[in-house]
């Protein structure tokens, strides 16, 4: 599955540095181009400035909740599709992001099979 950076670029947004850089490496070791954001300013920021494919977007983040940044990403960017990582496994929260547009969520802590297949379905 190497060569995929020509194909997609992925956007991780988390405000847990350890995520981001686990996240990231796993990716890029994949073949991804991957940038984080620790925020939903440096996310939304990014996401003007680089062409993505996919955003992983953490639910629970201090300042911006990641369902209405979910809501702000898909009325900019309605083509990049949106996975949301969950610690807690609250469906009234997973069904709310979902009428939002969430393409998938991943429930941490992430399994990698299921984070690049999940990925790899985002991107394709």
Do not use: W
């Not at 350890?18 to 990014?46: F, M, P």
């Not at 993505?52 to 979910?70: E, S």
């Not at 960017?77 to 009428?99: K, M, Q």
């Amino acid at each position: 599955m190497k060569n995929n950076r020509s194909e997609a670029a992925i956007l991780i947004i988390d405000d847990e540095e350890l995520i981001r850089a686990s996240l990231r490496l796993i990716l890029e070791k994949q073949g991804y181009e991957v940038k984080t954001a620790k925020d939903a300013l440096s996310g939304l920021e990014l996401l003007h400035h680089h062409p993505f494919k996919a955003v992983l977007l953490d639910i629970r983040m201090p300042g911006k909740d990641g369902c209405i940044m979910l809501k702000e990403i898909r009325q900019a960017f309605p083509e990049i599709r949106v996975i949301l990582i969950t610690g807690y496994g609250n469906h009234a929260v997973e069904d709310a992001c979902r009428s939002h547009g969430a393409f998938n969520f991943l429930h941490k802590p992430v399994k990698i099979d299921e984070l690049l297949q999940k990925i790899k379905q985002a991107t394709h």
